[in-house]
């Protein structure tokens, strides 16, 4: 049964099980170095809809239908989806997945949302609530520009911390198998050390991964060299370094083991992307291709997978917000 | 400890304690029939603040010290805080519960976001896997009214199916205690009959209310005669009817038990408010003031609470989408 450990880390006994993942994703994501990883690619950003929020959510009907696939069971043995994105209102999710008729727990963690719902799906498998729950989320380059920033067509220049919102989902069953498993999760408490610029998000973020990682080592008493790999969401090239560097002041070193999805997905100079991917579907996507594949084949053993959120809005940064950011911790290992 | 009884319904054995709960409100519901039942109301629209969003923010800081304080704890004895609004990227649950450094799990279920926290809260205590947790949620009418609909300034006509966003907010600290209880819980799967009319959302949202009330019957094998009063969130008066129709077709007759928030919340013709009160805020300070607290009195014993959401937005309604919606259903029982 899972324990609490520590203040803040939830240790699963029975180990909620991987028993399928998919990821798909847009053109743009194809051509990157992880294109061959990905269940389905799409070279038209529209999926054939009539708009891109539509577009979007027929991501998400896509990675759940191949994941229920490879997991090997239908719709009506899942007991709860948690499903969220970044669009307003979370429609993406809503309309992406309203046909499964499935018990439907709308999630809002921003990029976090991958961790999320794999943490409350595990949660819900672990104490034996479900038998098996759905943990998805995706986001789409198009939708997310003209909702956050510019209309497309406007052409607007972006900053060199700006990120490169994935086009992407990815889908989780979550049940009772052979792995791999959710040893640990640890939920992050929002942190907001002040940053307001809504095009240097990875700076925002980089605290709450920090504080989220510290939390996790203090609670389980381990460190840096017991995982093969600390895998952030999408931190991006400015958070990623951030974050080493606040580790590094609490004397913890995670160099060596450190990546970050945002700079897995593309190849970052010749894709034109600035400081990495970012969206809901940058973590899912990576997470639910070549990550999962490595730690399902023995690549990978003991995983530390860690998406960050940042928590505004276009209209909390017009108000001169800052933005505040999470960051939810999920212990993957390949045995129990 | 929980357990699954028929297809849909959680079953605690536990039982999770409604240990504190606040409700805080704006002029208009401070001047309603439930006026004196609100823990604080506030005679400007603001909280003093300087745009509504922040308002709607200030809101639920409110009503979470508040709840805490009724409960005898401190914000670092909470686990996790469930937490989830109306706003884009749900900002007033981001901006109004930062400071308080308490686990997030942002939740997206539009009105239904009362219920959705709450069973989720209880579903963390009753399996161990927190001491306590907070469910809160917020609507404001400026806020949603210039998101949703049109800027205040242009002083649209609204239909007589509109309803009236509640400016409220409702939070709930569950933990072990004396009651009232969380004694089972029916997550909802969405439901879209095909109405597009986002000014008749009591229409769209009736027949998720009937779904899952009907889930929770057959799962429990009880009806209507088991409960003291069976409390839907904001149908209104459109959706009230017609969830009274949907359930009387297959011969369940809730007429006698049956209220709904958004019809209690105000004067319906005096304020003027068209077909009853609506959003998040709406079910939330209802439930958190009177309700509970004649469940504690003993006043009621036996109460299903069923907040429905209308899972669109102003995009999805553009791109000429229908309405999902979704319910879900907290029994609370006044003893064991």
Redesign the interface.
């Known amino acids: ?4 450990v520590g203040r ?1 880390t ?1 240790q699963m006994e029975k180990m909620p099980s991987i028993n399928g993942f998919a990821a798909v994703c847009g053109k743009k994501e194809a051509e990157g170095p992880l294109g061959q990883y990905f269940d389905y690619t799409f070279d038209d950003t529209t999926l054939g809809e ?2 891109w ?2 577009a979007e959510s027929q991501l998400q009907t896509e990675s759940v239908n191949k994941a229920l696939e490879k997991a090997g069971i239908i719709a009506s043995e899942v ?2 989806i948690f499903a ?1 994105d ?6 993406s999710s ?2 992406g ?2 046909s499964l ?10 990029c976090s949302t991958m961790a ?1 719902t794999l943490a ?1 799906s595990s ?2 498998v672990e ?3 479900a038998n098996n729950c759905i943990a998805v989320t995706s986001s789409h380059f198009c939708s997310a520009e003209r ?1 956050f920033r510019f209309p497309l067509e406007y052409g607007g220049q972006r900053t060199p911390t700006a990120q490169w919102t994935v086009t992407g989902s990815g889908a989780i069953v979550v049940g009772s198998g052979k792995g791999p498993f959710v040893s640990a999760v640890t ?4 942190i ?1 050390l002040g940053i307001k610029d809504a095009n240097n998000m990875g700076a925002a973020m980089a605290p709450a991964a920090a504080s989220t990682l510290m939390d996790f080592f203090n609670d389980t008493s381990t460190g840096p060299e017991n995982y093969d790999l600390i895998l952030t969401g999408d931190l991006g090239e400015v958070g990623s370094k951030l974050l080493l560097e606040l580790l590094e002041r609490e004397n913890i070193d995670i160099a060596g083991k450190h990546s970050d999805c945002g700079l897995l997905i593309y190849h970052q100079k010749e894709q034109d992307v600035h400081a990495g991917g970012s969206g809901c579907g940058c973590s899912a996507s990576v997470l639910c291709s070549v990550i999962l594949n490595k730690l399902r084949q023995g690549e990978l053993e003991n995983v530390l997978f860690m998406a960050t959120g940042a ?6 940064s017009q ?1 001169g ?1 800052s933005i ?1 950011s ?1 960051a939810h911790l999920i212990y993957l290992k390949r045995n129990m």
Do not use: H, W
């Open positions: 049964m899972a324990k609490r803040y939830i009539d708009s929020e539509k007991d709860y969220g970044l669009l307003n209102q979370c429609i809503t309309f997945l309203r008729d499935i018990p439907f727990l709308g999630q809002y963690g921003a999320q409350l949660i819900m104490t034996g609530v909702q939920i992050g408490r929002m907001d928590l505004m809005s276009p209209t909390s108000q917000e505040p999470v």
